[in-house]
């Protein structure tokens, strides 16, 4: 009895093999080489860039040492500290104005029986779509102090002397932005709220608590991953433009960080400077990131379980023309007033002769579409690297989210962090960050789309994460273990169980990455050659000189064309089986 | 009268004859642009700070119209948005622009000594007035186009007679609040008209303005914008986009400052390093034809070459008072005035 025969030693052990290296690579899940990759893949996209900045953050002027001078030339400034404390304050308030717009929309259309809920998505779509120079325009004809509709019809009405709004003031700045940034609170609020079964708040009402603190205090706090990863895009989002702060923020006065690098790279070029100066924005994330972390660490926030829910809508009687009264008043700050004014200007021959009937024509449309060498061109150029840059930017946070919330490899908050890094970092430093690394030889990728759709993806990648990470925590993880249990490996369980479970907030994810992408503007400013012209650049081209029918034009095609690849989308996808729509 | 002429027609000769060096006998004859050559090529990149997109566009059309086969790529902005395009090439080491066209002198006074442009002169250069010949002797740059800066204003909102007549003028308070200007940060027309009026007037001129609250755009077009938006009265614009605005049913108007119109002169060149030299110098060449003349009186724009005339309700150059700084005033001036303006203004 010395050895067991053969036949008699279980399969599994039989099996074991010496520990050696090609005995381990062969044990090796076919999984961790995807993630190796996919590793590989965030260095290039993320890691290359950033390094280069703060690298040269650090460097003489021309290349040759290091030194410290450009921080110091960077902080010591008075315009740059303005600059900065400009565009924290736009930040926070463009993310507590948009809160203020989208939390109670997003409620309304998703937990109330409030009518006319159709019609609301639509509008929030139209206001997400609207690239925000575009509306910044239309808000200039709307609420300009001397000439903007509005104050023209109080003059008219009250007999006053002065209008009673004016754009183009710090208020003013932060809502033309915000209009345009409430729907990714609405987004995730409203997808996450859509997660959120009945149970909960039944249980808070057995306890004898009403409908507005129940709300408060156990529906609203469930998805406050949600209201929490809106408020933060919307705030990075904010002191990232470029189009706006240049548009209606210079008139006002009002500088802000975008503007100030801006400025760094007048001649004579002072790149190093600039790259100082866009650390802080760097250390913000971080921080914010780290808040958020502490704050959902350890809580649960799962909605979605392995037994099925029922989601309730709250009759709201006669509150109900309130919430609507409201929506309402959003809809039509965002999407119909200005979208009114624009259209005017785009059929008009000369906008400033207004509405009459001799002033109509399609000239405008003819022009940008059939004469102009560019635009029709910058069109498709446009949609064709939003959508690839959605593709991969969501892939990549799919995979990475996952990573991280299951915990599969140590150190994976810092490549959370690097998913979410980019975003702080304006457009136009991410550009230049590109610009450096990759587009002189030896990897030459200058004028060529690639550039365009890599520098896009690394700036959208923060977007497809934090709607990936807030989607993965809501998924609880005993389905998984069951797919693992019964021999499924980690492909098998996030291409087969965690994609079509989440596939209503992926497609989100996808839209969401994708319209902000078609109408990208201070990244694209410097990537884009003749070759791969982009619409945004050639809007803002023909913003400043006086061309206003031809953008008004344009941006009513780029409109259109979104929302129809939207509504298409939308269709093909159809809807999650789990949760039943009221 | 005529001594009044007199005195006008030498101002203006000798306003012009400062940025045209006596010394033309320098500029070598060229050789005539090889068509085949660059229709091999098949297309030229053209940065382009000059007037406004649509007259770019124009202009590329035109081009392509003529010569099937070669694609005209417009690249169309403000001079120091161009300018730093241009830049942050040669930084990158890429010869992505062939032909370079910007409305601040300064920036080939700058680039000139790296040696970055080509020395080649084009049979067209002979045929262009003579008050825009041979602004670099050594024949690295050319003018190829022309523009004014005049007070322009809306009129349904103020009558002609009390529009401001001069330059001074348009800083007196009772426009507070009513005028609207470019930015000498991006305009390269913008620039040099701030280089001029610290000339004439000093730096006050600017702390008066500053006092009535003017509405700062980027380029000079953003003037146009905002006369016709009703928002401001009055501006300091091109006398060009605002006509071109104009016939098409915008109610603007334009003033000729008794003081002097800005007499913008815009040069192009040939970067060395182009990768289609051949098509370059067929494009700069067209540039300097009538057909490109044709297209710019098409768009209200001033032609270069004499004997054509220019568009109904604008006034021939040579009738007009002008002023203008010198080529080391502007060179040395945009990037002082441009710092100036941030202090003062804030922006």
Redesign the interface.
Known sequence: MAELSPSLIPRAARLREPDGLRARLRRLEPAVVVWLLLIGLLLFLVVGPLLMLVVQSFQHEGGAGYTLENYFAAFTNK?HLEALENSLLLGAGVAALAAVFGVPVAWAVSRTDMPGKDLVRVMVLGAFVTPPYLGAIGW??LA?????WINRIWMALSGAEHGIVNI?TFPGLILSIAVYSYPYIFIFTSAALDAVSSEMEDAAHILGSGGLRTTLKVTLPLVWPAILGGLIISFLEAIALFGTP?II???A???VVT?QLW?L?????RAEVAAAFAMPLLGITAVLFWVQRRTFGRKSFVTITGKGGERRLIKLGNWRWLALGYTAFVSSISVVLPFLVLAQAAFS?????GFSLG?LTLSNFH?VLV????AGRSIIHSFTYAAATASLALLLALVVAYIVNRRLLPWSGVLAFLCVAPFVIPGIVMALGY??AY???PIRL??TAALVVLAFTARFLPIAYTNSDAAMRSLNPEMEDAVRILGGGRLTVLGKVVAPLLRRSLIGGWILVFIPATRELSAAI?LT???TQVMSVVLY????????E?VAALGGVLLVATVVIVAVSSRLVGRDFMLRRG | MKRRRFLETSAAASALAALAPAVISRARAGDAPDVEGAKKEGQVSWYTAHFDTQTAEGVGNAFMKKYPGIKANVFRSTAQVVYQRLSQDMRAGVAECDVFSSTDVGHYIHLKPSGVFLEWTPPNAANVAPAFKGLDPDGQYYVTSVGLICITYNKSKVKESEVPKSWPELTDPKWKDQVSVGHPGFSGYVGTWVVEMRKLYGWQYFEKLKAINPQIGRSINDTVTMLNSGERTIAAGPEATTLESAAKGNPLGVVYPSDGSLLMVSPSAIMKNSKHPNAAKLFMDFLMGPETSEVYVEYFQAPILPGIKPAAGAKPISEVKTIRPTIDEITTGIPEVIKQWRDTFGV
């Open positions: 315009h200039i004809l300009g102090p001397n000439a903007g183009f240049a923020g210079l008139p006065h009002i500088n503007t400025q790279f007048e001649y004579p070029v021959r000369a906008w400033g002769r002033n022009y004469e102009h060498t560019t610009y450096a587009a002189s030889p200058y004028g410097f050659g003749p070759d081209e023909l913003s400043g000189e006086g061309n206003f031809y």
